[in-house]
């Protein structure tokens, strides 16, 4: 398991467009250039545990522009449970992300406590099997607006 995948919000980001396409779609990494107005070339994630490295700028809050990624880095923390706004829920940033990524069947701080625990390994495993085409195998992107798997252009879920 790749664990630079395992996303410092509690998100997976193998499932993660820009990820996706990086990793396995070149036809999906032209759309994405020509949707963010950016280079083919610049649509690269390794995952967030290696944004700073080499991560997606094309986009004003994700990839190295991400504002969870730049408040970690401020307060000196690797993931957001080690904030203490976070722990009271009192983090608005993180809120708001955990309201969207809902919408996807996706428990972001549940996530982090499983993460937390030391059960990112097993973590993995479920999201990279959760994430994954129902008709194909390939693994999918878990977005609210694409519906066909990029691999067999079927719906990944029916």
Not at 145 to 158: A, E, K, S, T
Request: glycine share 8%; charged share 25%.
């Amino acid at each position: 398991m790749d664990r630079r995948l395992i996303g410092r919000c509690g998100v997976y980001c193998g499932a993660c467009e820009i990820h996706r396409a990086y990793k396995d779609s070149p036809a999906l990494r032209v759309s994405l250039a020509q949707k963010h107005n950016c280079e083919v070339g610049d649509v690269v994630c390794e995952g967030c545990q290696q944004v700073h490295a080499r991560g997606w700028a094309g986009h004003p809050e994700w990839g190295k522009n991400c504002r969870v990624l730049k408040c970690l880095a401020q307060h000196g923390f690797r993931f957001c449970f080690e904030c203490p706004d976070y722990v009271l829920e009192r983090c608005q940033l993180h809120s708001e992300m955990c309201a969207s990524y809902a919408l996807l069947e996706e428990d972001l701080r549940g996530n982090l406590e499983r993460i937390k625990k030391g059960e990112s390994r097993t973590w993995l495993a479920e999201q990279d099997k959760r994430w994954r085409c129902v008709h194909c195998g390939g693994p999918i992107v878990a977005s609210h607006n694409l519906y066909r798997c990029h691999h067999c252009n079927q719906h990944p879920r029916y």
